[in-house]
């Protein structure tokens, strides 16, 4: 198994560009979710999933959109970007609460 | 999270001294209570985790503790060496709201040569 496989790596964009994180997992996770990571804030949830078809809002949403339409997938859309938006970004899965979390490489992204 | 608080945030050690971190958490219904570890510039990794009905739990050099009643919990490293060092997050699932773990700000641990 690959675990969870997040693309790209790193990605440079100019304030106001669209761009799609992709994530995929092959573990046959329920549940699916974004974090971002900023200095000195920890592991900060932006978005997640319980289950295809299902996709609601964490601490910080705003700027950003998921959908999940399969189990493996979960996308997560930048809109407009804007500086405040740099950051480290993690996706993560895990079979259902109360279980481990397991996390992607991480996809580095720096908002000009 | 705001409902997840990580002390200290900075830990500094001589390498084979023990290293306690605490975490509390404000949701008495919490039942679970994981603790990763990432190493600079990689993901968090799962490295002791323990549930409600437990008190605590070994594996090797690490424990965890957990007091339900005071919603706190706390990891002991023992014998600690260089390559303990990292930033340590605990991530309970509070049972309000999204069931997925809201991580603390974490616990930089330097463990000296």
């Known amino acids: 198994n690959a675990g969870v496989t997040q693309t790209p790596k790193f990605q440079v964009l100019k304030t106001g560009q669209s761009m799609t994180l992709q994530c995929a997992q092959d573990?046959?996770?329920?549940?699916m979710s974004w974090y971002r990571q900023d200095p000195g804030m920890g592991l900060r949830l932006i978005h997640y999933?319980?289950?295809?078809?299902?996709?609601d809002q964490g601490e910080v949403p705003n700027g950003y959109n998921v959908s999940r339409s399969t189990t493996e997938d979960f996308p997560l859309r930048l809109l407009s970007a804007a500086p405040s938006q740099t950051s480290v970004y993690f996706c993560?899965?895990?079979?259902?609460?109360?279980?481990?979390?397991?996390f992607g490489d991480g996809t580095r992204l720096s908002i000009l | 999270g705001e409902n997840v608080e990580q002390h200290p945030s900075t830990l500094s050690v001589q390498e084979g001294d023990s290293a306690v971190i605490k975490c509390t958490y404000s949701?008495?219904?919490?039942?679970?209570f994981p603790w990763y570890k990432q190493e600079l510039g990689k993901r968090p990794q799962l490295i002791i985790d323990?549930?409600?009905?437990?008190g605590e739990k070994k594996d090797q050099r690490i424990a965890v503790t957990l007091n339900k009643t005071a919603k706190h919990f706390s990891l002991h490293i023992t014998e600690t060496q260089p390559e303990d060092s990292a930033v340590y997050f605990c991530?309970?699932?509070?049972?309000?709201?999204?069931?997925?773990?809201?991580f603390g700000r974490g616990t930089s641990l330097i463990v000296h040569p």
């Open positions: 323990i549930r409600s009905n437990v």
């Open positions: 991530a309970p699932v509070l049972s309000g709201g999204s069931y997925i773990p809201t």
């Open positions: 949701d008495s219904a919490s039942n679970y």
């Open positions: 573990m046959n996770h329920e549940y």
């Open positions: 993560a899965s895990s079979r259902g609460s109360g279980q481990p979390q397991h």
């Open positions: 999933s319980v289950g295809a078809g299902i996709t």
